[in-house]
Each structure stands twice: as C-alpha cells, then as structure tokens.
T-cell receptor
Framework: AQSVTQLDSQVPVFEEAPVELRCNYSSSVSVYLFWYVQYPNQGLQLLLKYLSGSTLVKGINGFEAEFNKSQTSFHLRKPSVHISDTAEYFCAVSDQDFGNEKLTFGTGTRLTIIP | NAGVTQTPKFQVLKTGQSMTLQCAQDMNHEYMSWYRQDPGMGLRLIHYSVGAGITDQGEVPNGYNVSRSTTEDFPLRLLSAAPSQTSVYFC????????????FGSGTRLTVV
C-alpha cells in the first residue's frame, strides 16, 4: 500500500514570489507521481506527472516538480506566482505494478497568493 | 468532447433516503472511479471499475453501491443516506494504462440532514 504526505496544509505567498509545495510518498514498489490543481468550486485538473526518465518534470501554468527517489519526494515549484494560482494542490501516487490508474491522494495544500 | 459529466451538481437528502449520483464519460476510458472529498482529508476512493461489468471497493466503500453496465456510465448509489455522507463527490476516468492521469468531473455537493 502507498501513502502520500503533504506537509503544509496552507501556504501563503506574496505575488511574484517563488513557491514550493512539499510532497513525500511511501510505497514498496516503483511509482507514478502526479500533481493536481483544484480551483474554487471546480473539479481537479492534472498539473503534471512523473512516469520515468528525467527527474525534473514541467507542467502547465509554469509549474515544475522534481522527483527524488532517495528522499521519496516530489515537490512542486513555481519561480513566480500570480493571483490566478490561488487554488488547492494535491499530490497523488499510483503503483507502477498495479496496472491501472488507482491513485492515492494527499490531503492537499491550499495556496493563497497575497497581492 | 464533454469529458466527465456528473449530475446533479447539488443535492440535499434526508437521513435514510436513497439516491443515485450519475457519472458519464465520452472518452472511451476503461477505468472509472468515485472519490469523496472532505476538508483536511483529501480525496478518498470509494469504488472503482476497470471495465464494463467489473467493479471493486476502494478505501471507504461502506454505504455505497456501484455497477458498470456500459463503458460510458458509472453510477454511485447511496443506499440509506447518513449525515456522515455529507461530502463532495467526484467521478474520474482514465485509460487503463499506468500513468495516464485522470479526467475529473465537476463534482456533486451532497448534504444529508
């Protein structure tokens, strides 16, 4: 069984400042890793994913994430945030061996951009 | 492409009532799932299906039933609603290959009084 820990439930950041949202996972097998974004009163949207290969993954809206196998982490970063980035962000993991898209989600990090 | 369509968007039920949350996708995805979202708990898997006629339980299946008679539809039935089932419910679908990623519906906000 796998699990996901998002260490920060809320992150306030000034507009145009950089941000890092932390995610650690636990699994006994190789994993796929995902970040999803949820804007207010909407469903979840895929931001980026790591399947294999380069450990630095670029996604939509200027976000990127780095997979660190030794630290079992998949932190999300953006060099300069905008008001429109205000949302809740979810890290998720699935086992490569499971053979389908059964995902385990973290509890989410609410990103608030301060003008 | 409509993607994943959930109905209704909002619903208020009385304790003990039953209802069905509808989910339909038009992307020919084999994999479909239902999650509930509660504050501070993220998304928890209720039931999932890897294809028509095949369903299985997730992390929190008690009080819910599903069936998958077609590739497109995956309804979630609440048998006897309880206040603990007050939540936002999301349906999601994907191709049944590792790492593809989900397409989510816009959610159903359910309140049980």
């Amino acid at each position: 069984a796998q699990s996901v820990t998002q260490l920060d439930s809320q992150v306030p950041v000034f507009e145009e400042a950089p941000v890092e949202l932390r995610c650690n996972y636990s699994s006994s097998v190789s994993v796929y890793l995902f970040w999803y974004v949820q804007y207010p009163n909407q469903g979840l949207q895929l931001l980026l994913k790591y399947l294999s290969g380069s450990t630095l993954v670029k996604g939509i809206n200027g976000f990127e994430a780095e997979f660190n196998k030794s630290q079992t982490s998949f932190h999300l970063r953006k060099p300069s945030v905008h008001i429109s980035d205000t949302a809740e962000y979810f890290c998720a993991v699935s086992d490569q061996d499971f053979g389908n898209e059964k995902l385990t989600f973290g509890t989410g990090t609410r990103l608030t951009i301060i003008p | 492409n409509a993607g994943v369509t959930q109905t209704p968007k909002f619903q208020v039920l009385k304790t003990g009532q039953s209802m069905t949350l509808q989910c339909a996708q038009d992307m020919n995805h084999e994999y479909m799932s239902w999650y509930r979202q509660d504050p501070g708990m993220g998304l928890r898997l209720i039931h999932y299906s890897v294809g028509a006629g095949i369903t299985d339980q997730g992390e929190v299946p008690n009080g819910y039933n599903v069936s998958r008679s077609t590739t497109e539809d995956f309804p979630l039935r609440l048998l006897s609603a309880a206040p603990s089932q007050t939540s936002v419910y999301f349906c999601a679908s994907s191709y049944n290959t590792g790492g593809y990623g989900y397409t989510f519906g816009s959610g159903t906000r359910l309140t049980v009084v």
